[in-house]
């Protein structure tokens, strides 16, 4: 079986530095529901999407998943986590 699109580009087994990459990987695949990119999905079949639109909506989902997983990354970091904390 083919892996996922999104495995493909991150494969933490095969790059380095190891340790960044596994940072990434858990950062990006550290569970949850995926909300946002089922959203997408359901919408897109929901009007008709043919398989080239699905697959530009799964790209789409991916995306947004990215960038909210960034997004947690970078609120998590010393000095946004908490406007108290910056100097």
């Given amino acids: 079986?083919?892996?996922?699109v999104s495995y493909t580009h991150l494969d933490v087994y095969k790059r380095q530095p190891e340790t960044?990459?596994?940072?990434?990987?858990?950062?990006v695949f550290?569970?949850?529901k995926r909300i946002r990119p089922r959203l997408l999905l359901t919408v897109a079949s929901a009007c008709?999407?043919?398989?080239?639109?699905m697959d530009l909506a799964m790209r789409a989902g991916c995306?947004?998943?990215?960038?909210h997983s960034?997004?947690?990354?970078?609120?998590?970091?010393?000095?946004f986590d908490d406007a108290d904390r910056c100097v």
Wanted: charged fraction near 20%; include cysteine; proline fraction near 6%.
């Fill in 1 to 4: 079986t083919a892996m996922p």
């Fill in 20 to 27: 960044l990459h596994r940072a990434m990987h858990h950062a």
């Fill in 30 to 32: 550290s569970g949850g």
């Fill in 48 to 53: 008709a999407a043919d398989d080239t639109e």
């Fill in 63 to 67: 995306a947004i998943e990215f960038i």
């Fill in 70 to 79: 960034a997004s947690l990354v970078h609120d998590d970091l010393p000095c």
